[in-house]
């Protein structure tokens, strides 16, 4: 049986003689173990995936999950507009394209973006798989084994993984209630500084951030552009919820206010679906060649049909109608989950109030760990993601992130119920037995695309 193992077979269930499912990870299975590029090491997948199967399992109330509510689409017209594309536009839509996407598409992203305060030219944007591609392929051409990206802590768990992929070394800098915390970046760059480590870029999430649901206020915006400045640390703004905010105009973005300063990174995740995958990438002239190049390397071109299909329905559908349709169906649902937390939590939890997105942040009491209750508050039919998962340096156990964005509300008031019961469990077993020592965690925690 060794044997066979140590050449990569898949051994058969002694019982059944059926094949069994490979394990695969550190397991002598894979014959290739030791010859894996070094940044292949940090590529593992969470321990806390296997019970996230078990989660998406209809029984339990996941507030997990950070998928859009796409069934609140007008499917049967986008079905439609699909047809018509490949009907109407087949020989067009079914070839390559350009490695920089399509170019009315891209004229498209520019008057989207606009409603941010952003005025771009579409010769400046990069269509790319998602804003996720964006975010490696602008780690791929700044990044060098070793250099460091200043991210907030917490930072959203997809580009953690990215940058993890790609050997950097993600520094946090504080956050609180109102974004990203002027005072502590500039103190962090001075540290960093002094200490001769090169940072490649400032990675932030200013506007309804994941994993934390805060917004960075307007007074900080121009602190932190100014900190960045002078210190010549190129700004990443992702940005996918901008145009989700509950309440008023959208904010204004970073790179409105500093065209050089900042690449910007956009999605239709969130306000169309993620499944067309069609995100981008507002970059000054010069990394926007080498985006290009990357692009190109990478995928050859994005999907012309998936790129044609949002320029339709953009053209074609009351695209802004939409967006505000999808912004009361999340109001609605951000409302019930912090109803039911107020009602429902003991006094010693904590939370942010997202004025739009999908992520409520909660913070535990002393002494309770989110990763070590995850499998209880699964048994009972409840599921968040712990907060170890959004931090480079696996700090984060007295959090858990709560979204709101798929449940209807009635379950995410169920769910909150089913949850506070199992901390108020763990407060109890906390004063009856001390505080359990919370486990040693490090690297990152990725869960999964639809967890993201
Ligand atoms: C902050 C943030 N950035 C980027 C992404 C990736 O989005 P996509 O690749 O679907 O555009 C997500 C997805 O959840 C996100 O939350």
Same mark, same amino acid.
């Given at each position: 049986?060794?044997?066979?193992?140590?050449?990569?077979?898949?051994?058969?269930?002694?019982?059944?003689?059926?094949?069994?499912?490979?394990?695969?990870?550190?397991?002598?299975?894979?014959?290739?173990?030791?010859?894996?590029?070094?940044?292949?090491?940090?590529?593992?997948?969470?321990?806390?995936?296997?019970?996230?199967?078990? #989660?998406?399992?209809?029984?339990?109330?996941?507030?997990?999950? *950070?998928?859009?509510?796409?069934?609140?689409?007008?499917?049967?017209?986008?079905?439609?507009?699909?047809?018509?594309?490949?009907?109407?536009?087949?020989?067009?839509?079914?070839?390559?394209?350009?490695?920089?996407?399509?170019?009315?598409?891209?004229?498209?992203?520019?008057?989207?973006?606009?409603?941010?305060?952003?005025?771009?030219?579409?010769?400046?944007?990069?269509?790319?798989? *998602?804003?996720?591609?964006?975010?490696?392929?602008?780690?791929?051409?700044?990044?060098?084994?070793?250099?460091?990206?200043?991210?907030? *802590?917490?930072?959203?768990?997809?580009?953690?993984?990215?940058?993890?992929?790609?050997?950097?070394?993600?520094?946090?800098?504080?956050?609180?209630?109102?974004?990203?915390?002027?005072?502590?970046?500039?103190?962090?760059?001075?540290?960093?500084?002094?200490?001769?480590?090169?940072?490649?870029?400032?990675?932030? %999430?200013?506007?309804?951030?994941?994993? #934390?649901?805060?917004? /960075?206020?307007?007074?900080?915006?121009?602190?932190?552009?100014?900190?960045?400045?002078?210190?010549? %640390?190129?700004?990443?703004?992702?940005?996918?919820?901008?145009?989700?905010?509950?309440?008023?105009?959208?904010?204004?973005?970073?790179?409105?206010?500093?065209?050089?300063?900042?690449?910007? /990174?956009?999605?239709?995740?969130?306000?169309?679906?993620?499944?067309?995958?069609?995100?981008?990438?507002?970059?000054?002239?010069?990394?926007?060649?080498?985006?290009?190049?990357?692009?190109?390397?990478?995928?050859?071109?994005?999907?012309?049909?998936?790129?044609?299909?949002?320029?339709?329905?953009?053209?074609?559908?009351?695209?802004?109608?939409? %967006?505000?349709?999808?912004?009361?169906?999340?109001?609605?649902?951000?409302?019930?989950?912090?109803?039911?937390?107020?009602?429902?939590?003991?006094?010693?939890?904590?939370?942010?109030?997202?004025?739009?997105?999908?992520?409520?942040?909660?913070?535990?009491?002393?002494?309770?760990?989110?990763?070590? %209750?995850?499998?209880? #508050?699964?048994?009972?039919?409840?599921?968040?993601?712990?907060?170890?998962?959004?931090?480079?340096?696996?700090?984060?156990?007295?959090?858990?992130?709560?979204?709101?964005?798929?449940?209807?509300?009635?379950?995410?008031?169920?769910?909150?119920?089913?949850?506070?019961?199992?901390?108020?469990?763990?407060?109890?077993?906390?004063?009856?037995?001390?505080?359990?020592?919370?486990?040693?965690?490090?690297?990152?925690?990725?869960?999964?695309?639809?967890? #993201?």
């Amino acid at each position: 049986m060794t044997e066979e193992l140590d050449h990569g077979q898949t051994p058969a269930n002694p019982e059944t003689g059926a094949e069994q499912a490979p394990v695969t990870q550190g397991s002598r299975i894979d014959a290739y173990v030791d010859r894996y590029a070094a940044r292949a090491t940090g590529m593992v997948a969470s321990e806390i995936r296997a019970l996230f199967a078990v #989660a998406s399992r209809p029984e339990v109330v996941s507030l997990a999950g *950070g998928m859009p509510y796409v069934t609140a689409l007008p499917l049967d017209m986008v079905g439609e507009l699909v047809s018509d594309l490949v009907t109407r536009r087949g020989p067009v839509a079914l070839q390559y394209g350009s490695g920089q996407g399509d170019p009315h598409l891209r004229e498209q992203i520019c008057e989207v973006m606009r409603l941010e305060g952003i005025h771009a030219g579409a010769n400046d944007v990069v269509v790319t798989v *998602g804003s996720q591609q964006a975010l490696d392929l602008m780690t791929r051409i700044f990044i060098d084994p070793g250099d460091v990206v200043l991210a907030e *802590g917490p930072s959203y768990v997809g580009a953690l993984g990215t940058f993890s992929a790609y050997q950097a070394k993600v520094v946090h800098v504080a956050m609180d209630d109102q974004g990203i915390v002027p005072e502590s970046l500039a103190q962090t760059i001075y540290a960093l500084e002094t200490a001769g480590a090169p940072i490649k870029f400032l990675y932030t %999430i200013p506007t309804f951030q994941n994993p #934390a649901g805060v917004t /960075l206020n307007v007074a900080r915006r121009q602190q932190v552009l100014d900190i960045c400045q002078r210190a010549g %640390i190129l700004i990443i703004e992702d940005n996918p919820y901008g145009l989700l905010g509950f309440d008023g105009e959208p904010m204004r973005a970073l790179r409105a206010d500093n065209p050089d300063g900042v690449v910007y /990174l956009g999605s239709f995740s969130k306000t169309l679906a993620p499944g067309f995958r069609v995100g981008w990438a507002l970059a000054p002239h010069a990394i926007r060649d080498k985006l290009v190049l990357a692009m190109e390397s990478a995928v050859l071109s994005h999907s012309s049909f998936t790129q044609l299909a949002v320029g339709q329905y953009l053209t074609t559908q009351p695209w802004r109608e939409q %967006i505000k349709a999808f912004k009361e169906l999340y109001r609605e649902r951000r409302d019930a989950l912090l109803d039911a937390l107020e009602a429902l939590m003991p006094p010693e939890v904590t939370w942010t109030r997202p004025a739009g997105g999908f992520f409520v942040w909660a913070t535990l009491p002393e002494g309770l760990d989110s990763k070590a %209750i995850l499998p209880r #508050a699964v048994s009972e039919r409840v599921a968040f993601v712990p907060g170890t998962g959004f931090y480079a340096d696996g700090s984060g156990n007295r959090h858990m992130r709560l979204s709101y964005c798929f449940p209807e509300p009635d379950r995410i008031r169920e769910g909150v119920r089913r949850l506070a019961g199992v901390i108020e469990q763990e407060m109890q077993l906390r004063d009856t037995f001390g505080t359990g020592s919370a486990r040693d965690h490090s690297g990152v925690d990725t869960p999964g695309p639809d967890l #993201a």
